[in-house]
T-cell receptor
Framework: SQQGEEDPQALSIQEGENATMNCSYK?????LQWYRQNSGRGLVHLIL?????REKHSGRLRVTLDTSKKSSSLLITASRAADTASYFC???????????FGSGTRLSIRP | DAGVIQSPRHEVTEMGQEVTLRCKPI?????LFWYRQTMMRGLELLIY????????DSGMPEDRFSAKMPNASFSTLKIQPSEPRDSAVYFC?????????????FGSGTRLTVV
C-alpha cells in the first residue's frame, strides 16, 4: 500500500518558472526521499531528508520536511524542459529498511 | 559500475507460462528490492533482501510469485503461471550497507506483457 500521497497529480508550468510538489504521509518516518522518473525509465534518486532535518538543498532542488504536519515539499527552481518527468516521494522507517512510494506528480515543462 | 542491470528489458508471454526476471545489483550493495509499477496501483514493493536473505515478502501478490537471491550479485523474480493481470513494469533496486540513507539505485525495469 502507498504511504505517501502527492499533490498535485499533474503540474504544467512554463520553462523558467518554479515547480512545487507536495507529499503527505500517515505514520512517523525515519527519512523521506524524492525520486524522478522519466518516461519509460527507472527511478533516479534526487535527495534524502532525515526526520530531524527541516530543509535541504541540492542544486536547483529544495526539499522541506514538516514532521508535525507529516508533509514534505519539493521545489524545483528555474525549471527546464529536461525537468519534465514524474516525481515520487518515498518514506523510510529506519536506516535499513524498505521505502514506500507515493503516487507521484507528473510535471510538464512548456517551452 | 554499470548500475543495476535487469533482463530482459521486455517480455511478452502467453497466459500460463513461466516468467523469470533477472537482476544484478551494484557491487557492494547489500540490500535488493523488487518493485512492480502499474498505472492503477503505482509502485508496489514486492519483496526485499538484506545480505541475500528475504526480509519482507508481504507485498508478493500470491503464491504464483517467488523470488530468490542465491548470491550477492544475482536475484530472480519468477511468476508461475503468469496471468494477464501480472502485466506491469518490474523494477529491481539496490542500496548500500548503510541502508536507505543514500537512496536506492534502480534498474531500467522489465516490461512484462502477458497475453
Amino acid at each position: 500500500s502507498q504511504q505517501g500521497e502527492e499533490d498535485p497529480q499533474a503540474l504544467s508550468i512554463q520553462e523558467g518558472e518554479n515547480a512545487t510538489m507536495n507529499c503527505s504521509y500517515k505514520t512517523s518516518i525515519n527519512n523521506l526521499q524524492w525520486y524522478r522518473q522519466n518516461s519509460g525509465r527507472g527511478l533516479v534518486h534526487l535527495i534524502l531528508i532525515r526526520s530531524n532535518e527541516r530543509e535541504k538543498h541540492s542544486g536547483r532542488l529544495r526539499v522541506t520536511l514538516d514532521t508535525s504536519k507529516k508533509s514534505s515539499s519539493l521545489l524545483i527552481t528555474a525549471s527546464r524542459a529536461a525537468d519534465t518527468a514524474s516525481y515520487f516521494c518515498a518514506t523510510g522507517y529506519s536506516s535499513a529498511s524498505k521505502i514506500i512510494f507515493g503516487s507521484g506528480t507528473r510535471l510538464s515543462i512548456r517551452p | 559500475d554499470a548500475g543495476v542491470i535487469q533482463s530482459p528489458r521486455h517480455e511478452v508471454t502467453e497466459m500460463g507460462q513461466e516468467v523469470t526476471l533477472r537482476c544484478k545489483p551494484i557491487s557492494g550493495h547489500n540490500s535488493l528490492f523488487w518493485y512492480r509499477q502499474t498505472m492503477m496501483r503505482g509502485l508496489e514493493l514486492l519483496i526485499y533482501f538484506n545480505n541475500n536473505v528475504p526480509i519482507d515478502d508481504s507485498g508478493m501478490p500470491e503464491d504464483r510469485f517467488s523470488a530468490k537471491m542465491p548470491n550477492a550479485s544475482f536475484s530472480t523474480l519468477k511468476i508461475q503461471p503468469s496471468e494477464p493481470r501480472d502485466s506491469a513494469v518490474y523494477f529491481c533496486a539496490s542500496s548500500e550497507p548503510t541502508g536507505n540513507l543514500y537512496g536506492y539505485t534502480f534498474g531500467s525495469g522489465t516490461r512484462l506483457t502477458v497475453v
